[in-house]
């Protein structure tokens, strides 16, 4: 039992450090492209602004939420193994 409980925590520290890389990394990219699209554009006025506005949109977009797959992902593969190991 405790050895499960050590497993599991073990595996939730690395999923948190997991998640946080790929949070800061997406949104590296994401401020790059955001960047890069203002240049390639030639725009004028007040590029910080514009780039933080773009965060904030991602911020709240789908496609930060599914980050969150590095944590449900592997909770329901382990929950399926166990399924399938202990009732078929």
């Known amino acids: ?6 497993l599991f925590l073990i595996l939730l520290v690395v999923q948190t450090i997991a998640y946080f890389a790929l949070s800061f990394y997406s ?4 401020r790059q492209k955001l960047e890069t699209w ?3 554009k030639g725009k004028t006025g007040n590029k910080e602004a ?8 991602y911020d709240n977009s ?6 969150l797959g590095v944590y449900i992902v592997p909770w ?3 929950g399926a193994l166990i399924y ?3 009732y078929m």
Do not use: E, P, T
């Open 62 to 67: 789908f496609r930060r939420k599914l980050i």
């Open 1 to 6: 039992m405790f050895g499960a409980m050590r």
């Open 38 to 40: 203002w240049d390639a």
């Open 76 to 78: 329901v593969a382990i």
């Open 50 to 57: 514009f780039v933080a506005r773009g965060l904030h949109v």
């Open 84 to 86: 399938i190991v202990n």
């Open 27 to 30: 949104r590296s990219v994401r």
